[in-house]
């Protein structure tokens, strides 16, 4: 993931933050004025990442930054909105619905049959059921020797697994980015 970041940002400043608080108060020592300040901030922890937004924001005028973070962070009362726009924040998420009509559709058929709308893992569970039915159809029973070759574009979720180790199993290594924009969270490529 870092390196698919790094990618294109040669002529920027890359940092990323882990959660050491004492560390916080040096955070603009790792800012540079000269290059774009790339920073990527790996925690879900909330207070941590409220701090460094706050932080980072009291920055914003002297320097160009550009934020990457889990999208739990939408999910946070304590953090100003401002700040997702003032800080050029991307987010990396496994879920994005973009095809809203495919969407509607299924949602209507869901609420139809179970009096209830769709959530985020009724949807995964939707996926997932498509996914390994696919590949189970298309390779049978071995079709776990295949998994590294087989990905799949669903409905919010997609699926590109790779082998982690000979008896490690296997990790979807299938990610998208949205970034703010006039306040929403818009997919880009």
Do not use: C
Not at 26 to 49: D, G, M, Q, R, Y
Not at 81 to 110: C, G, I, K, P, S
Not at 144 to 155: E, I, M, R, V
Request: no cysteine; aromatic share 18%.
């Amino acid at each position: 993931l870092l390196s698919r970041l790094k990618f294109g940002a040669e002529d920027s400043n890359f940092s990323v933050i882990t959660s050491e608080r004492p560390r916080l108060w040096k955070l603009e020592e790792k800012l540079s004025i000269a290059k774009s300040n790339v920073i990527v901030l790996p925690s879900t922890n909330k207070v941590f990442t409220s701090d460094v937004l706050t932080k980072l924001n009291t920055f914003r005028e002297d320097y160009d930054i550009k934020l990457y973070a889990f999208d739990k962070i939408k999910e946070y009362d304590n953090i100003d909105v401002a700040y997702f726009e003032n800080l050029d924040v991307h987010l990396l998420t496994n879920f994005l619905v973009t095809d809203t009509m495919r969407f509607e559709v299924l949602d209507q058929a869901f609420q139809k049959e179970y009096r209830s709308s769709l959530d985020r893992f009724s949807l995964l569970g939707y996926n997932l059921g498509n996914y390994f039915g696919k590949a189970l159809y298309l390779y049978g029973d071995n079709f776990h020797d295949k998994l590294s070759d087989f990905s799949f574009n669903g409905l919010g979720y997609n699926f590109d697994y790779i082998k982690t180790g000979f008896e490690n199993g296997y990790e979807n290594k299938s990610l998208k980015f949205t970034k703010y924009s006039n306040f929403n969270f818009v997919p880009i490529n």
